[in-house]
């Protein structure tokens, strides 16, 4: 089992140090959960913090073997604004992970794709007005973050029948930066190009890639991820979507040669470690 940089107590007093001070900061929390801060207020992109796929597959053809050891217990949270989920698969939103966080800041507020919102009212029992709803283009803010959808392909752009997105990544913009959070997704054309505008400071993207005997939905691979994220104008990548699950992972080392090649700047993270952008 790989042991996070921080855990529980040490990851959350971490976490209390850098809200004290001003500034944009990150943590990975493994698979595609990350923790922004920003002047004190805190969102959650994609968390995936219980083991409910490894208890729901255990039995299984695909078992989902846990690599990593789990940062925080989510009922730890107890201040978090806003959270997002990308699309419908359990490890962007995960029941067991998203019902204690609202018990423990029950001001929470779960920004979602549109499409999903019947979906997700099932899966969490919540209201169906609760979620924030957004949409390729659409944006919300929530707690200083301005949040904009962007399309994702998981593994291709996928809409209901009203033309909305089901999957989605998100543009999160506070103060002077800009991170891109992609959600699961493969390459689409036009991809780069819609992403430029956003002139992501931090672009978090998966490097798993898409393998068929997995019999899962693909993803980027580290080469993939690299050239996008220079292609995109990106200032920095940060590979995300590895080392959860033993059947569905894949090493950053090909990251990081083409980022090397490519003159793009990256940064790996140990689950649990925080990035801070040193223009604070």
Known sequence: MIEPA???????????????????????????????????????????????????????????????????????????????????????????????????????????????RAFVAERLGCDPAFPIGLDDGAT?????????????AHETVERDEAGRCRFLGYVVRCGRWSVYHSGDTVLYDGMAEGLRSFAPDVALLPINGAKPERRVAGNLDGREAAQLARDAGAGLVIPCHYEMFTFNTAAPDEFAAHARRIGQRYRILRCGERYEHPGD
Do not use: C
Not at 98 to 115: C, N
Not at 141 to 147: D, H, K, L, Q, Y
């Open 140 to 152: 919300v803010e929530v707690a200083g973050f301005a949040i904009t959808g962007v399309p994702a």
């Open 6 to 116: 921080l855990r529980d107590e040490a990851f959350l007093a971490d976490v209390r140090a850098a809200r004290a001070r001003p500034g944009f900061r990150l943590w990975w929390l493994g698979q595609s959960g990350f923790l922004l801060q920003w002047e004190g207020s805190h969102l959650l992109l994609d968390p995936y913090l219980s083991d409910s796929l490894t208890r729901k597959y255990a039995a299984t053809g695909k078992p989902h073997v846990r690599m990593t050891a789990r940062v925080v217990a989510p009922e730890a949270l107890g201040f978090i604004a806003a959270a997002t989920s990308s699309h419908n698969h359990t490890d962007h939103l995960d029941a067991e992970t998203l019902l204690p966080l609202l018990r423990a800041s029950p001001a929470m507020r779960l920004v979602i794709p549109e499409a999903n």
